[in-house]
Each structure stands twice: as C-alpha cells, then as structure tokens.
C-alpha cells in the first residue's frame, strides 16, 4: 500500500543542490513574472504616450483649422495692424482650448498674435512653417519655439482666391504633455505592481504546493528513487503488474512478460489495457472491488502455473490500483513436490493412526471380555488387508510415488467413511519421471480429492470411488468414477475454468483447472462424462510420447 513518503533529514541521496526546488521555482517563476512586467510595463507606456501625443497634436491641429477657417483673422490680414484685431481674437480662444500658446504669422513669418505681447512682429522660430506657407499644407510638428519644445498644429491661411497668405500654429508644450503621460502612467504603474506582488506571492504558494506534493523531495532525490525503482523491477525474477483503479495496466516488468507472454511482444503494448481483457481471472478485480490482499493463490497465468500474491494499493484511504506479485510454480516445484509428499504422510499417517488406535481399542475390548481367540481372528483379519492392500497397489502400479499417493487416499477415504475400489484390470506398467510425473500425480491426486469432496455427503454405505488406470497402450489413461450427485450440464461447461466452484466457496475452483492446464503441457485432455454409479466420472488422457516422457 501507499504510504506518505516521510524524507528524513538526515539522508542524503545525492549532494544538495545550491538552490532547493522550492528555492529555484520562486526564483524563476518571479523572474518570469517581473521579466513580463518590464516589457508590458515598457509597451503599455509606449502606447500611452504615443496616443497622448497623438491626441494633443490632433487637438493642436483642430484648434489651428478652426483660427485659419475664421473670417476674421483673413480679414484682418488686409489691414495695416492685423496683430491688434488677431491678438484679440485668438486670446480668449487660447484661453478655452488650454493651448500653450496660438500663434497667427504672415507669409514672412512674422508674428501678429503671441502669448506674450512683447513678441509681436518678431518673427515666428520653429524653422516648421515651410510646408504650410509653400505647399499649403495642414500637419502636425514638434520643434522647439521661444517657450520651449512644443507638439504643434500647422495650417496656412488662405484669402478668398485661395492664396496663401499666412500660417496658424497651436501649440501644447511637451513638458505639459509628459506631465499628463506620468498621471495616466502613475495608475498603470501601480496596477502592475500590484500584479507582480500578487504573481510572486502565487509563486511562493505554487512552489510550496508543489514541494509538499513531491514529499518535499528534491530532483536528484526523485530521479535516484526511479531509477532505483526501475532497477528493482527488472532486476527481480518475480513477475510483477501494477493496474489503477479502473483496472488498467500501468507497470510490468520483464520477469512477468517473460512468463506471461512471446519473447516478440513488446512491454509498451501492455500499457493502458483492461488486465481482465489480458490476462483474464487474475483476481485482481476482486482486490480492487474488496480491497482486501490474496496470498499464495495457485492460478493459470499464460501457460505457465504461478503462486500469486496481490495487494491493493491505497492512496488517501481509498483504493487507486493494486499490485499482483507472481512466480512460476515450476521455479519451486521440487519444494512443493516434498511438500506435497510429506502432507500425502502426514495424512497417510494420521489415517493409520486413527485405525491403528481403533483396532488397539478392539483387541483390548476383546481381551478384557476374555475372547482371546476373536482377538486372533481379528488381528489376523486386520493384517491380511493391509498385506492385501499393499500387494494390490505393488501388483497395479509399478510407480512408487504412485503407489503411496493412492496409499494416502485410500487412507483418507477409510477415515472418512468412503471406498475407493481400484479396478482389476488396472495398470500402470511403467515409472514416469518429470513433467509427465508431475501432470499424472497433479491429474489423480485433485480427481480423488473432488470424489471425495462430492460423496462425503452421501449417506453411510453410499460413499463410493471407483478407480480405473493404464499405460498398456500409447496413453496413460485413468478414469474416477463416484457415487455424488454428479454435475448438472450448466455447471459442466464451466467446470473446468479457473476460479468456479460447484460448492460456491471463495478460493476454489483451481484444482480441475491446473488438472487441464498441466495435462494439456503434456498434449492430453481431462473430460466430465456421466458416471456409472450415478455422480460424475472424469477421465483423464496422457500421450506417453507427447510432452517429456521421461519413461523408465
């Protein structure tokens, strides 16, 4: 399960960089945030100035076509003192429109109206009115005059034929303009700093958010962990497959590729698929569902037998996925096979114990009622079955592993009240070693078991198995027929499938399936037929020279 990865202050990875994450990110992300500050700054102020100075200078322009358009100023142009009738003119107009100054000059230059009086008559500077006095021109100018630099509105002014005979200039000085720039620019400036305090505080906040998402880890500490990670998973031989919540496969590793799939298939083309379409009846739809963890399930991945184990993985108290761990079970079968022997003994034993302890009670109970020659007879009895017993199974199986599996389910069937007849006819004329041992062992071992499971709710004296096997042909062949209740033809078309159960149980349904499985390695096949004494009859067919013979 996922756990908060807690960093410890003491381990270091790798050498700790100058600057932390959480450090560089408020750096660069304020640095980010004042570098576009600067340039949208420096543009929005560029704008403003620009289409200030544009409007004064067409407000400039306005004034100076209106003053050139008024009769009065081209009337006064033909008496002998035009500046004292255009002076008196144009004041209160300069007043009105807050114009720097309203200048009116002859086709010379020469001044008849001035903000200050004193300059009457001298001529205009600037240097600017060549294109209004010779092309008749109406623009826009910025030069510096007698009161200063100034963005001015030239127009000429012409008599009634069109003539031009002198020139109009309003103007607004530059330094008055600059002034209203820094008040427009003054609130702009203000916003943005506002902005940028606002983006390094989001900044802050982000790397903090960040830092505490990552477990307060650093780059270097990540990329050491996955590549830790990563070495790990493919360096191990379990087989190993991560899925999220939906189900879908988001890791596997080479060792779970290798067993579940052709050394041509790539592990990308795994990636993102539904692992029930995959690789169905993993149980790990279950573990997703439930949330609990499956230990040393035995299942059928691929072709190949594996012990799986899976967990679901949690994050923030709910399920987001789960992890399915899974070894081949060939890997560990000679473990599993002195396991299997020494739980075959340990049953055997416990069976022979159990009627060892009955029959001591018997003699005993003889004995103290004085009926010493029924304790003979009854001795004698007990001791010919067990001679005849072993000589049955010795004359029917040459296999001595064989042998004492069938020796610890006649056992376990003695003490569970059911008979198992071995048929006279039966044969197995030959030891097997190997795959081929393993799948006949698997195949009878798991048949009994179901017989037994299916007649121990018969009632006493109707728990019966008959037991049929031989190699004399070109298969080994063996047939277990019981007196169960048989299995209905619903049931039969799913019987063999991994995971179903005829009892409903959870964790059952696997043994007829590895049965199939195994048998189907060595080129054979497992069939349901319907039984002779009223239940169900499996026969199992083994080639003895498909798969690895092995024959002795």
Request: proline share 2%; with cysteine; hydrophobic share 40%.
């Amino acid at each position: 399960m996922f756990h908060t990865y807690k960093s410890n202050k003491n381990e270091n990875l790798e050498p700790k960089a100058a600057l932390s994450l959480k450090s560089k990110m408020i750096f660069l992300i304020s640095l980010l945030i004042l570098s576009i500050f600067i340039l949208f700054t420096w543009f929005l102020h560029s704008f403003i100035s620009d289409t200030i100075e544009d409007q004064v200078g067409k407000r400039a322009l306005s004034v100076a076509k209106s003053v050139a358009n008024m009769s009065e100023i081209r009337s006064a142009f033909e008496l002998n003192d035009p500046a004292s009738v255009i002076q008196e003119t144009v004041a209160p107009i300069q007043e009105e429109t807050d114009a720097e100054f309203i200048v009116v000059g002859n086709k010379e230059g020469i001044r008849y109206s001035h903000p200050n009086p004193e300059r009457i008559g001298e001529k205009m500077v600037g240097g600017d009115n060549t294109r209004a006095l010779q092309n008749g021109e109406a623009y826009v100018s910025q030069s510096e005059g007698s009161l200063g630099l100034s963005i001015r509105g030239k127009v000429p002014i012409k008599d009634e034929a069109g003539n031009i005979i002198g020139v109009v200039s309003v103007g607004f000085l530059s330094e008055d303009v600059q002034g209203v720039i820094a008040n427009q620019s003054k609130s702009l400036w203000l916003t943005m700093i506002g902005i940028v305090v606002l983006g390094i505080a989001g900044a802050i906040f982000i790397a903090y958010h960040i830092k505490k998402l990552l477990f307060n880890m650093e780059p270097k500490d990540i990329s050491y962990l996955l590549l830790q990670k990563e070495a790990i998973l493919q360096s191990t031989h379990e087989g190993m497959i991560a899925v999220d919540h939906n189900g879908m496969i988001i890791m596997m590793n080479k060792a779970a590729k290798q067993i579940l799939f052709r050394e041509d298939q790539q592990l990308d083309q795994f990636s993102g698929k539904s692992i029930n379409q995959l690789i169905p009846h993993t149980g790990l739809s279950d573990v997703l569902e439930s949330g609990k963890s499956q230990y040393d399930k035995e299942m059928i991945f691929g072709e190949s037998i594996v012990i799986v184990n899976q967990v679901p993985v949690y994050m923030e108290g709910k399920v987001a996925g789960a992890v399915s761990t899974f070894r081949k079970k060939t890997e560990i079968e000679h473990v599993t096979r002195e396991l299997q022997q020494i739980k075959q003994y340990s049953n055997a034993q416990r069976a022979q114990t159990h009627e060892f302890a009955n029959s001591l009670y018997t003699i005993l109970g003889l004995l103290q009622l004085g009926e010493r020659e029924e304790a003979i007879d009854f001795i004698k009895k007990k001791r010919n079955i067990q001679e005849k017993q072993s000589q049955i199974l010795t004359q029917h199986a040459a296999d001595p592993v064989v042998q004492g599996l069938l020796q610890g389910k006649i056992n376990q069937a003695n003490e569970l009240g059911v008979t198992i007849s071995i048929h006279p006819d039966s044969q197995l004329n030959h030891a097997y070693h190997g795959d081929k041992q393993e799948a006949l062992i698997t195949g009878v071992g798991n048949m009994l078991e179901n017989a037994l499971e299916a007649v121990k709710s018969n009632q006493e004296g109707e728990r019966q198995i008959s037991l049929f096997f031989t190699d004399i042909g070109d298969d080994i062949v063996v047939e277990v027929d019981d007196s169960g209740q048989g299995v209905s033809e619903e049931a039969a078309a799913h019987i063999f499938e991994q995971g179903y159960s005829t009892k409903g149980e959870e964790n059952r349904g696997i043994g007829l399936a590895l049965t199939r499985h195994i048998v189907h390695k060595q080129g054979g096949q497992i069939i349901l037929e319907e039984g002779e004494m009223g239940g169900a009859c499996f026969v199992m067919i083994i080639p003895k020279g498909g798969g690895d013979s092995d024959e002795s």
